[in-house]
């Protein structure tokens, strides 16, 4: 089995800045991408940012520009910077990993609450 455990979030003014991290542990072996999602009560979860086995980003469009990933392939932690936070960033953020060869399977983390006030 594979666990995520999240940290970071918290509160944060708008314009201010927050860090998340996600550390994975358990039966990790070929990690094909590790990332975060988000979502907001009554709207579907989201894809914040995702970065693949090489190293490869992406990011939603709305965070662009405003959020950074990256990740520490030794200690198979995944961090995510968020800089000029706005209101809307406000939403329960959720680790993901996905790892397999022929069989993909994903997980996910508990959530950590992120809140930005104006």
């Known amino acids: 089995q594979v666990r995520l455990v999240e940290s970071g979030g918290g509160l944060a003014q708008a314009g201010g800045s927050l860090n998340l991290s996600c550390a994975a542990s358990?039966?990790?072996?070929?990690?094909?991408?590790m990332g975060w999602h988000r979502q907001v009560p009554g709207k579907t979860r989201e894809l914040v940012a995702n970065?693949?086995?090489?190293?490869?980003?992406m990011y939603a469009d709305s965070v662009k520009g405003r959020f950074t990933i990256s990740r520490d392939k030794t200690t198979n932690t995944v961090l995510l910077e968020m800089n000029s936070l706005e209101p809307l960033d406000t939403a329960v953020y959720y680790c993901?990993?996905?790892?397999?060869?022929?069989?993909?399977?994903?997980?996910w983390g508990q959530g950590t609450q992120v809140t930005v006030s104006s």
């Open positions: 993901t990993l996905r790892q397999g060869w022929s069989d993909v399977a994903d997980y």
């Open positions: 358990g039966s990790i072996f070929n990690i094909i991408s």
């Open positions: 970065i693949n086995f090489r190293g490869t980003t």
